[in-house]
């Protein structure tokens, strides 16, 4: 995710309900309110000394080495490092890509979707987790894909809840899941728009697509303290990484460097 050389044109990107919620209002990601508060920083685990185990594609050491370039490049969360450590990417990508499976790239997992880069996946996790307890309480993923974000997440969240509208995803996630044992990971079939409310309130919300504006329906079943993460449009053509954290008084939002994400859609298919 390259840094832009200039950040995004302002865009009110937020819905018309959002704009005027009761009790708070909303506060411009260039405002000096959006980054007032700074937390203390979340509760590290222990980096993990173990000694790599496995061989081949199975060796620990060969996620160690992934998540060392990682730091290099800024990951600087040694909870979202050691939840990347647990989980053996080359299990969610297609066989005859297993070979690129540690490497920094997106690759394609079918029905035109692609699994994010580690770099993506590690940027959205140490947002979610930055100034917060981990683990987390229960949150929900818009957009399980192949289940492997869902995966790292069941590591820094007590629950996951994960939405998928293609069933042919849906699925597979399924099935990449099943031997891994993750109880806390629950993955749903369903229209990622309407979030899952049953779940609700959440304590993060982390999205893999992304729409015009944020929907209302992820605003209100968002539980104060908790925070959100999503792509979002701010400006023709152009998407941007965008944090909305819920307080007391109401949200707070900062819109930070351009990414590119799959469109946000909305129903099941």
């Given at each position: 995710?390259?840094?832009?050389?200039?950040?995004?044109?302002?865009?009110?990107?937020?819905?018309?309900?959002?704009?005027?919620?009761?009790g708070g209002q909303r506060i411009p990601a260039s405002s000096p309110a959006a980054t007032r508060a700074q937390e203390p920083q979340a509760?590290?685990?222990?980096?993990?000394?173990?000694?790599?185990?496995?061989?081949?594609?199975?060796?620990?050491?060969?996620?160690?080495?992934?998540?060392?370039?990682?730091?290099?490049?800024?990951?600087?969360?040694?909870?979202?490092?050691?939840?990347?450590?647990?989980?053996?990417?080359?299990?969610?990508?297609d066989s005859a890509l297993v070979n690129q499976a540690y490497e920094d790239t997106s690759l394609p997992i079918g029905l035109g979707q692609?699994?994010?880069?580690?770099?993506?996946?590690?940027?959205?996790?140490?947002?979610?987790?930055?100034?917060?307890?981990?683990?987390?309480?229960?949150?929900?993923?818009?957009?399980?894909?192949?289940?492997?974000?869902?995966?790292?997440?069941?590591?820094?969240?007590?629950?996951?809840?994960?939405?998928?509208?293609?069933?042919?995803?849906?699925?597979?996630?399924?099935?990449?899941?099943?031997?891994?044992?993750r109880a806390n990971v629950h993955l749903l079939f369903s229209d990622g728009l309407l979030a899952f409310e049953k779940g609700a309130p959440?304590?993060?919300?982390?999205?893999?697509?992304?729409?015009?504006?944020?929907?209302?329906?992820?605003?209100?079943?968002?539980?104060?303290?908790?925070?959100?993460?999503?792509?979002?449009?701010?400006?023709?053509?152009?998407?941007?990484?965008?944090?909305?954290?819920?307080?007391?008084?109401?949200?707070?939002?900062?819109?930070?460097?351009?990414?590119?994400?799959?469109?946000?859609?909305?129903?099941?298919?």
């Amino acid at each position: 995710m390259a840094e832009a050389p200039k950040p995004p044109p302002e865009k009110k990107w937020l819905s018309a309900s959002f704009r005027q919620q009761p009790g708070g209002q909303r506060i411009p990601a260039s405002s000096p309110a959006a980054t007032r508060a700074q937390e203390p920083q979340a509760k590290l685990y222990a980096q993990g000394g173990a000694a790599p185990t496995g061989t081949g594609l199975d060796s620990s050491r060969i996620r160690s080495n992934m998540v060392q370039r990682l730091i290099a490049q800024g990951l600087d969360s040694e909870v979202v490092q050691n939840a990347m450590r647990q989980v053996e990417r080359h299990r969610f990508v297609d066989s005859a890509l297993v070979n690129q499976a540690y490497e920094d790239t997106s690759l394609p997992i079918g029905l035109g979707q692609t699994i994010s880069k580690p770099s993506v996946v590690a940027r959205m996790l140490s947002l979610l987790c930055e100034g917060r307890e981990v683990p987390l309480g229960r949150v929900l993923e818009i957009g399980t894909g192949c289940g492997y974000q869902a995966t790292v997440m069941s590591y820094l969240a007590k629950e996951v809840y994960s939405i998928e509208r293609l069933k042919g995803l849906h699925d597979k996630a399924r099935a990449n899941l099943r031997p891994l044992h993750r109880a806390n990971v629950h993955l749903l079939f369903s229209d990622g728009l309407l979030a899952f409310e049953k779940g609700a309130p959440y304590a993060g919300i982390v999205s893999a697509a992304g729409g015009d504006n944020i929907p209302q329906a992820w605003l209100d079943q968002l539980a104060v303290g908790g925070r959100l993460i999503a792509p979002c449009q701010t400006g023709p053509g152009q998407q941007s990484l965008v944090v909305v954290d819920r307080t007391d008084q109401g949200f707070v939002s900062r819109t930070l460097e351009p990414v590119l994400f799959v469109p946000l859609k909305s129903g099941t298919a």
